[in-house]
């Protein structure tokens, strides 16, 4: 199985060279390992250099004043891959992968992934089972892939096209990918996602953000208003609730922000009501 790495990182020192280690341990190695350091001020540069040197399949390149326009980290985000992708171009192989530079994993991790892909030719995206201080996270919806570790099918990939360079590109990846008809999947492959939680938790900001973006697919409201109700357990709790709620209700209905296409936003309501109708019918089965 031959597959392109992709990096973003950013003043990753604590946590990248596990993630360097976990590469270049694997049982079958990337025919290329491409690093895209949006201008760190640490010493993961040096870091990074050191497996390089090592390493010749690693590729290092420091992006200095791109795209000062993009403020958010998931624009950004978005906005190295697309310039990795022009790279990637005319390479020859069967699976592009995106990584952060803050995980870990076993050295079989991609042997056991690609194994999960030959067996199910509909596959087209999938990411590991993320642990948190070793515990793993609780899913109950395994369809939805996680954005540290994301495993493209190479066809998937091309067909997705370009990232979207704002707040959720990850997850629109995802909808794209189902909408073109491929599974995507969590699996049952854990990973090491090794920033603490606390610096996970989500600012005001973000939940703006987050509100912000479910709105522009748009989510369907009743879908939408249950995944409030998760959040008000969630620091900042009921603030942070009501803040994604705001967001939501300007950006959908005062400043009608459409970004994607209409089939897109179609395709996600569709499967939020399947979704809902499903939790439903088991809770009237358990009654």
Known sequence: MRYVLLTPQKNEQQYIEQTLRSVCAQTILPKRWII??????????????QYQQQHPWIEFIIMRDFRPDLNSTGGRSGALMNYARELIQDETVDFVVKIDADVAFAPDFFATVF??????????????????????????????????????????????????TMRGEDEIDTFLAQQKGWLTRTLPVPFDHLKPEGIRSPSLVNHFDTGRFKAQIP??????????????????????????????????????ERPFPPELGRHVQQRQWRKMRGVFSRNKSAD
């Open 36 to 49: 895209l350091d949006d201008n760190s001020t640490d010493s993961s540069p040096e870091l990074i250099r």
């Open 219 to 256: 989510y369907r409201f009743d879908f939408f208003m249950l995944t409030v109700l998760k959040n008000v357990r969630q620091k900042p709790f009921v603030l942070g609730a009501a803040m994604q709620l705001f967001a939501y209700v300007k950006t959908r209905w005062v400043k009608a």
């Open 115 to 164: 194994q999960h892909f030959a067996e199910n030719p509909k596959l087209g995206l999938a990411s590991g089972h993320l642990r948190q201080d070793g515990i793993p996270e609780t899913l109950h919806d395994w369809t939805g892939v996680r954005g540290a570790t994301r495993i493209y099918r190479r066809t998937c990939f091309e067909q997705i096209g370009k990232f979207y």
